[in-house]
Each structure stands twice: as C-alpha cells, then as structure tokens.
C-alpha cells in the first residue's frame, strides 16, 4: 500500500503547489496565519503582527469579539438551522427585527431588506438588475476608480483596468464620469452630468441609476465632498435616476456613523451591505431599498447562501453589541484624529515620500508620489509584523483599515511600525 505523505501544514508550499495563480493576498502576506485575536494575528511560526487590513473591512469589530463568539458558540451548541436558504428562520427573524428597531429606525429609514446571496458583488449585481428592472432603463452611470465587485454587472461599474479586464468579454451598459476631485483642475462633475443628460449628442440616455461609493476604498481612499455628493442626489431624484450607494467597505460604522452617507445628509434608493455586517467575519450581504421599488417577482434573485444563519446570529449580536448607542462612532472619530495627525507628521518628516494624506473616519490613506514606494513600505511593515495593503489603480496609496475596535495601544505600536517602514523604504528610492 503507497503511503501518501503529507505536507507539513505550517509549509507555505503547498499553496504554489495545489491552488490556483490567482491567489493574491498571499504574495503580499507570505506566512501561514494561525490565530487571531482582537487586531492581532499570529503565524504558524508564533510570530505576530498587527492587523491594519481587517480582512479588506469585513472585521470591523475586530478578529474572534468573545461576545460575538459566545453567540455563534451557543447557536451551534443547540444546533440552530445553519443553512436556511430564504425559509423562515429564528435567527433571520430577530436579526430582521434587531436591524429595524437599532439601524434603520432611529435614522428614518423605511428600506425593505434583501438576502442576495452573502458576497459583496452579489450585492451590486442584485441592486443593478432592480434598477434597470423599476426603471425600464440599461445604462448605469458609475465613476472613475471606482470598486465594486469582480462579477460581470459589477466589473462594468468598476473603473481599475487590470480587474476589467479579466472579465474576458466587453463590460457594456456602463458610463464612467470623473469622480470629485479626480481631476485638479476643478472640472465640475456633477455639472458635466447634468449637461450630458440635456445634450442629445452627449450619447449618454437617460440612466437606470447612478452607483457611488461615498469613499472609495480600493480606488485609493478616495473622499467624496458633501457638497458634491449632495449635488448628485438632488440630481438624480430631479431627473428620477436611482441613487445607489455601495457601503459594502465603508459602511458598519468605518466612517464614522453606521452608513457613510448619514453625515452626508442623503437617503439613497439603494444600499449595498456586506463586508462587516455579520460582525464575525462570516459572509453575509444585504440590499436596502425603498419599498415602492420591491419589484421583485418571488425567487428572480436568488442563491443557496443566502440564507446563513450563523452570520446573521453575530450580526444580531454585532448591532445590540456596538449599535445601542454612539459610543463606537465617538471611539472611531476619536482614532480619525490620530491616524490622521500622524500620517500628516510622517508625510512632512518624510520628503522623500511626496506624500499626501486622505481618508475618513479609519478608512485612511497616504499617497506615495514615488511609483513602487507604497508596495516597499507595506513589504517593509510586513517584515516588521504589521498587515497592511496597498490601493488605487497604481498601488500607490497605503491603505489603514484597521478595526474600529483596536485599543491605543494596538494602533500606536501599528502606526510607529508604520513610519518606521516607510522610513526605510523611502532610503531605498532615494
């Protein structure tokens, strides 16, 4: 009888040996990880690192909350349903009803909730297919570095040319206008679409919906002013366009208020949800929308996860835990402070980084104007035992996601690591 030996499991070879090249995350984090705790993790070697990556925003609260946990533990103890599909559940129920008296509520919004399916791109395409369904209408209007999930309806609103292209057909029925402030010579965005919509020659018809984040995450922290994003939602409901915001990154509190668009002042048709909404790191994603446009037919969007049980019994736990009140978004102001103050020293003792500082609430970023250099400093940090990535169409932008829920003692070693990194990757370009 042969004996198949097996790999060690702490070998980080077998993952260039059985999975497929398009692993990403992996290159830039090369170790096996272990444990997690809090914004902590460890390796399978022992060592640690702290997280400012947050699992790309789906760990908010952080890795393995005892009092999430305890939640998921109990469930599963008395064995509750774990795959549900869109039956009636308990857990679904009380999450249903948690979300109405805590989020929705307290807010003034009347939104019907859907279960898409538990990713973020299921999301998008679900709010993409109800506009065009309500409206009658194709075209979406989206905007420039833009990031909204890698399947084929939200590939055609996503601006980055290399995610794009791996669609392999033509992403069609799709407009992209410039983002605020992506050009710096003040061109006017939202009166550039206004002129397009009364210019027959424009090309662009009336459209089902404009998708919007109101930070662009994975476009490079990109912060949309109020005034701008003001200006759009007056337009689209003067001209009966459907406003969808995708909060699937900067939602559950990482700006600040649980939706980013709340100190906007906006009420969008459509809000897209996943990432944290489990709370646990569980997958789970919602669609909200005003409820004249439930069109919906039974079962014309569905899919076999949509109905996780597990994640919607953390995300009960998730809101009754950090929702109840503001405290948690007074914690997160607080922390924009201090990432904020010190990425401006760092940026100013650091010449040699042309650097340039944007974000909102803890979703921040540092601009690095050297080409490569945000890649070296995140490598440098990696090194040194803190997770970190890069964004925007060039990488070049150092990405802090870290929890909301990180102590100070946990994000200041995070941010010396940080500067003690770009220090060195700067001596390297110059």
Same mark, same amino acid.
């Given at each position: 009888?042969?004996?198949?030996?097996?790999?060690?499991?702490?070998?980080?070879?077998?993952?260039?040996?059985?999975?497929?090249?398009?692993?990403?995350?992996?290159?830039?984090?090369?170790?096996?990880?272990?444990?997690?705790?809090?914004?902590?993790?460890?390796?399978?070697?022992?060592?640690?690192?702290?997280?400012?990556? +947050?699992?790309?925003?789906?760990?908010?609260?952080?890795?393995?909350?005892?009092?999430?946990?305890?939640?998921?533990?109990?469930?599963?103890?008395?064995?509750?349903?774990?795959?549900?599909?869109?039956?009636?559940?308990? +857990?679904?129920?009380?999450?249903?009803?948690?979300?109405?008296?805590?989020?929705?509520?307290?807010?003034?919004?009347?939104?019907?909730?859907?279960?898409?399916?538990?990713?973020?791109?299921?999301?998008?395409?679900?709010?993409?297919?109800?506009?065009?369904?309500?409206?009658?209408?194709?075209?979406?209007?989206?905007?420039?570095?833009?990031?909204?999930?890698?399947?084929?309806?939200?590939?055609?609103?996503?601006?980055?040319?290399?995610?794009?292209?791996?669609?392999?057909?033509?992403?069609?029925?799709?407009?992209?206008?410039?983002?605020?402030?992506?050009?710096?010579?003040?061109?006017?965005?939202?009166?550039?679409?206004?002129?397009?919509?009364?210019?027959?020659?424009?090309?662009?018809?009336?459209?089902?919906?404009?998708?919007?984040?109101?930070?662009?995450?994975?476009?490079?922290?990109?912060?949309?002013?109020?005034?701008?994003?003001?200006?759009?939602?007056?337009?689209?409901?003067?001209?009966?366009?459907?406003?969808?915001?995708?909060?699937?990154?900067?939602?559950?509190?990482?700006?600040?208020?649980?939706?980013?668009?709340?100190?906007?002042?906006?009420?969008?048709?459509?809000?897209?949800?996943?990432?944290?909404?489990?709370?646990?790191?569980?997958?789970?994603?919602?669609?909200?929308?005003?409820?004249?446009?439930?069109?919906?037919?039974?079962?014309?969007?569905?899919?076999?996860?949509?109905?996780?049980?597990?994640?919607?019994?953390?995300?009960?736990?998730?809101?009754?835990?950090?929702?109840?009140?503001?405290?948690?978004?007074?914690?997160?102001?607080?922390?924009?402070?201090?990432?904020?103050?010190?990425?401006?020293?760092?940026?100013?003792?650091?010449?040699?980084?042309?650097?340039?500082?944007?974000?909102?609430?803890?979703?921040?970023?540092?601009?690095?104007?050297?080409?490569?250099?945000?890649?070296?400093?995140?490598?440098?940090?990696?090194?040194?035992?803190?997770?970190?990535?890069?964004?925007?169409?060039?990488?070049?932008?150092?990405?802090?996601? +870290?929890?909301?829920?990180?102590?100070?003692?946990?994000?200041?070693?995070?941010?010396?690591?940080?500067?003690?990194?770009?220090?060195?990757?700067?001596?390297?370009?110059?």
């Amino acid at each position: 009888m042969k004996v198949i030996a097996e790999a060690p499991t702490t070998s980080i070879d077998v993952f260039s040996r059985y999975e497929s090249e398009v692993r990403s995350y992996i290159r830039s984090f090369p170790t096996v990880f272990d444990r997690a705790k809090g914004a902590r993790l460890w390796d399978a070697e022992g060592k640690e690192y702290i997280d400012f990556f +947050a699992g790309a925003g789906a760990l908010n609260y952080g890795h393995n909350n005892d009092t999430l946990k305890r939640s998921l533990v109990d469930y599963i103890g008395r064995d509750g349903i774990t795959h549900g599909l869109d039956m009636g559940t308990q +857990a679904k129920a009380e999450f249903l009803q948690v979300f109405h008296d805590i989020i929705l509520e307290p807010r003034n919004l009347n939104y019907k909730v859907m279960f898409p399916g538990p990713t973020g791109t299921n999301s998008v395409e679900s709010a993409l297919k109800l506009a065009r369904k309500v409206t009658g209408r194709s075209t979406i209007v989206s905007f420039t570095n833009a990031f909204h999930g890698m399947t084929l309806g939200s590939l055609s609103v996503t601006g980055n040319g290399f995610k794009r292209q791996g669609a392999g057909i033509p992403l069609a029925n799709a407009v992209s206008l410039p983002y605020d402030s992506y050009l710096e010579t003040g061109l006017d965005s939202i009166a550039l679409l206004e002129h397009m919509l009364d210019d027959k020659g424009s090309g662009l018809e009336l459209p089902a919906a404009v998708i919007v984040e109101t930070v662009q995450g994975e476009g490079g922290i990109n912060v949309a002013g109020v005034e701008w994003l003001q200006r759009l939602a007056n337009l689209c409901r003067e001209r009966e366009i459907l406003l969808i915001v995708d909060d699937v990154q900067m939602g559950c509190g990482r700006t600040g208020p649980f939706f980013s668009f709340e100190a906007v002042g906006i009420i969008p048709d459509i809000v897209c949800l996943s990432k944290s909404i489990s709370g646990y790191g569980l997958p789970m994603a919602l669609t909200l929308f005003q409820p004249e446009l439930d069109a919906w037919e039974p079962g014309e969007h569905n899919g076999t996860f949509r109905g996780n049980n597990p994640a919607f019994v953390t995300g009960t736990e998730a809101l009754r835990l950090y929702w109840r009140d503001d405290r948690l978004s007074k914690v997160t102001l607080s922390n924009e402070k201090t990432i904020r103050d010190f990425l401006m020293d760092m940026v100013e003792s650091i010449p040699a980084l042309h650097g340039r500082v944007r974000g909102r609430g803890m979703a921040y970023g540092l601009e690095c104007g050297v080409p490569g250099l945000a890649e070296k400093i995140t490598a440098r940090a990696f090194e040194r035992g803190l997770v970190i990535e890069t964004s925007g169409a060039e990488s070049e932008v150092v990405k802090l996601l +870290a929890p909301l829920t990180i102590d100070s003692e946990d994000l200041h070693q995070g941010l010396a690591i940080l500067a003690d990194s770009a220090k060195a990757a700067a001596k390297e370009v110059i």
